[in-house]
Nanobody, 123 residues
Framework: VQLQASGGGLVQAGGSLRLSCGAS????????MAWFRQAPGKEREFVSA????????YYVDSVRGRFTVSKEYAKNTMYLQMNSLTPEDTAVYYC????????WGVGSSYGYWGQGTLVTVSS
């Protein structure tokens, strides 16, 4: 499975961005997809996840109510709609996928990763 993240950019605080993650290859094996982010000087952290066949979603507390994860099954694409952005959301955002989820919030649960897309929120 190959993942391609896009949609990052520079936005002012309070603004919105939508990230996309396109999956290609043997996508029939994918069960969960997720977004992680890594801010400068910080460890990578879980942001959100979605089950590929159902509608189950997960969010870290800091983004719940502001971010929405979704998927377009026919296009093998996952999205992250990010609203009310703050400078604390500045990070490189990575998409990830797994065929067998063990812990949706842990990076090591995901075997496939995209290259990352940079989101910068100015104050």
């Amino acid at each position: 499975v190959q993942l391609q993240a896009s949609g990052g950019g520079l936005v002012q605080a309070g603004g919105s961005l939508r990230l996309s993650c396109g999956a290609s290859g043997v996508t029939s094996s994918v069960r969960f997809m997720a977004w992680f982010r890594q801010a400068p000087g910080k460890e990578r952290e879980f942001v959100s996840a979605v089950s590929w066949s159902g509608g189950t979603t997960y969010y870290v507390d800091s983004v719940r109510g502001r971010f929405t994860v979704s998927k377009e099954y026919a296009k093998n694409t996952m999205y992250l709609q990010m609203n009310s952005l703050t400078p604390e959301d500045t990070a490189v955002y990575y998409c990830a996928a797994t065929a067998a989820l063990t812990n949706w919030g842990v990076g090591s649960s995901y075997g496939y990763w995209g290259q990352g897309t940079l989101v910068t929120v100015s104050s």
